[in-house]
T-cell receptor, first 110, second 114 residues
């Protein structure tokens, strides 16, 4: 059972570079989420998708874009990375409210 | 807007003792769920317990139980007979049914000592 799969696990970017974090779930869940986790800040919601074809901003959407490619996949794009985007990123999916998480991506922007 | 507040950044408890972690929340929805998640050093997010807002009975899962006070918008987690393996970050979370939005608190770091 793969559950929620995030790629990559680690990434170092230079300021101004772009990249896409990939997330896929095999549980046929409708809802998917992207969070960032910073020390002392908990998990802050970046974007979420309640169902295929819809996306909504969370608490900290600036500097990010998302695509709900299909029911399985929900990607997060950084168009021009900044040092303030150094963080651990988590993707999650949920059905009947219970969320399942990927293993996280540690992103460092230098 | 929905918010989740955890006012205890760190707590410590001795093995076999009981500890309570606090959480308050705010939402205008009537249909929602509350959760406690555990995050050990491995970074994995593990569901500890869930509570449906429409249920008056407090949820329990083995050594873990909640005190759900709907009018006060309070949702605390009690860990009984604490074990070394309970050492982790604990996050309170709120899911609102209509928007399917899942919001987390800032977490409480729990240390279980000998």
């Amino acid at each position: 059972n793969a559950g929620v799969t995030q790629t990559p696990k680690f990434q170092v970017l230079k300021t101004g570079q772009s990249m896409t974090l990939q997330c896929a779930q095999d549980m046929n869940h409708n809802s998917m989420y992207w969070y960032r986790q910073d020390p002392g800040m908990g998990l802050r919601l970046i974007y979420y998708s309640a169902s295929e074809g819809t996306t909504d901003k969370g608490e900290v959407p600036n500097g990010y874009n998302v695509s709900r490619l299909n029911k399985r996949e929900f990607s997060l794009r950084l168009e021009s990375a900044a040092p303030s985007q150094t963080s651990v990123y988590f993707c999650a999916s949920s059905e009947r409210a219970e969320a399942f998480f990927g293993q996280g991506t540690r992103l460092t922007v230098v | 807007a929905q918010t989740v507040t955890q006012s205890q950044p760190e707590m410590s408890v001795q093995e076999a003792e009981t500890v309570t972690l606090s959480c308050t929340y705010d939402t205008s929805e009537n249909n929602y769920y509350l959760f406690w998640y555990k995050q050990p050093p491995s970074r994995q997010m593990i569901l500890v317990i869930r509570q449906e807002a429409y249920k008056q009975q407090n949820a329990t899962e083995n050594r873990f139980s909640v005190n759900f006070q709907k009018a006060a918008k309070s949702f605390s987690l009690k860990i009984s007979d604490s074990q070394l393996g309970d050492t982790a970050m604990y996050f309170c979370a709120l899911h609102t049914g209509t928007a399917s939005k899942l919001t987390f608190g800032t977490g409480t770091r729990l240390q279980v000592t000998l």
